[in-house]
């Protein structure tokens, strides 16, 4: 059983930042793939970014050159560093463990799955 716990999300204006993090139990979090979804209301679930358990981090196109992954094993945490945000960015932004040695953007290889956390970014 793995745990995740996000926690950092929040009420920003447009071109502000945000880190949100991620806490890990359960798994030996030092040979996970971790990564980051979020869901704007009335829309699919979407991949915004992942990192190797070899800390090789893979972006999505929209967020490209603004968020920044990262992670410490030894806190086994995961960060999502939002910059630039924008209105658009506005979502419930979930992490998620996979079993794999690689980043995937299919949310169905994710096995475990935090609760999410809110961001709203206004303009």
């Known amino acids: 059983q793995v745990q995740l716990v996000e926690s950092g999300g929040g009420l920003v204006q447009a071109g502000g930042s945000l880190r949100l993090s991620c806490a890990a139990s359960?798994?030996?979090?030092?040979?996970?793939?971790m990564g980051w979804f979020r869901q704007a209301p009335g829309k699919e679930r979407e991949f915004v970014g992942g990192?190797?358990?070899?800390?090789?981090?893979y972006y999505a196109d929209s967020v490209k050159g603004r968020f920044t992954i990262s992670r410490d094993n030894a806190k086994n945490t995961v960060y999502l560093q939002m910059n630039s945000l924008k209105p658009e960015d506005t979502a419930v932004y979930y992490c998620?463990?996979?079993?794999?040695?690689?980043?995937?953007?299919?949310?169905?290889?994710?096995?475990?799955w935090g609760q999410g956390t809110q961001v709203t970014v206004s303009s």
């Open positions: 998620a463990s996979s079993p794999r040695y690689e980043v995937t953007t299919r949310d169905n290889e994710y096995d475990y």
């Open positions: 359960g798994r030996s979090f030092s040979s996970t793939t």
């Open positions: 990192i190797s358990w070899i800390g090789i981090p």
